[in-house]
């Protein structure tokens, strides 16, 4: 069974340019969370989706910073333009049994984001 | 906003010892707490999610508690062994009335030495 596929696995860009991560929750999962981690913050929610509507965006640093869910198999988070401090690693996470309660959360294995 | 804290940052032990990592968390008013594993350079694994109702949940050689009057979890680990070797993170959540996400802890970096 196919877990939460993250692409790309690392993205090394400049200042400036524009950064677009992808992910593929687990199939069924109608819940979709994506999350950053740095060494200074740890892992904090960036927005969370249900039934692919945004539901909870208070996370998202700026308005650089966007994200969208086109259907339930794919969501993507962008950054424009990137900046040195966006640097760290993405996480994108599923879960199934509605707004997400109760059922554990299955992480991808993350994009590292390097902006130079 | 909800704050979890977990203690210690860093632990070493000799293989086959159990051990007990400690997790805080200051809004009780949760849904459930979960554990998880994290390698260095991969993503988070599951270990337990312990439900609000619930006190313990237990996988193999692994135990959580939950006491959410006191805003307290614990992790026990039976019999480390080296493979055990990874960052231990609490996570809370999701809130009542709150969002929906997880609050995390900074993590516990675990090494069982062979």
């Known amino acids: 069974d196919a877990g939460v596929i993250q692409s790309p696995r690392h993205e090394v860009t400049e200042m400036g340019q524009e950064v677009t991560l992808r992910c593929k929750p687990i199939?069924?999962?109608?819940?979709l969370f994506w999350y950053r981690q740095t060494m200074m913050r740890g892992l904090e929610l960036l927005i969370y989706?249900?039934?692919?509507?945004?539901?909870?965006d208070s996370g998202m640093p700026e308005d650089r910073f966007s994200a969208k869910m086109p259907n339930a198999s794919f969501s993507t988070l962008k950054i424009q333009p990137s900046e040195p401090r966006d640097s760290a690693v993405y996480f994108c996470?599923?879960?199934?049994?509605?707004?997400?309660?109760?059922?554990?959360?299955?992480f991808g294995d993350g994009t590292r984001l390097s902006i130079l | 906003k909800q704050e979890v804290t977990q203690i210690p940052a860093a632990l070493s032990v000799p293989e086959g010892e159990n051990l007990v990592l400690n997790c805080s968390f200051t809004?009780?008013?949760?849904?459930?707490l979960q554990w998880f594993r994290q390698d260095p350079g991969k993503g988070l694994t599951s270990l337990l999610l312990?439900?609000?109702?619930?006190r313990e949940q237990t996988s193999g050689r692994l135990n959580a508690s939950l006491d959410k009057s006191s805003g307290r979890s614990t992790l026990y680990i039976a019999a480390s062994q080296p493979g055990d070797s990874a960052t231990y993170l609490c996570?809370?959540?999701?809130?009542?009335?709150?969002?929906?996400?997880?609050?995390f802890g900074k993590g516990t970096h675990l090494i069982i030495q062979p």
């Open positions: 996570a809370a959540g999701p809130g009542r009335g709150g969002a929906d996400g997880l609050t």
């Open positions: 996470a599923s879960s199934s049994g509605g707004r997400g309660l109760n059922q554990p959360q299955h």
């Open positions: 809004d009780s008013a949760i849904y459930n």
């Open positions: 312990i439900q609000s109702s619930q």
């Open positions: 199939s069924g999962h109608n819940s």
């Open positions: 989706f249900n039934n692919n509507v945004p539901i909870d």
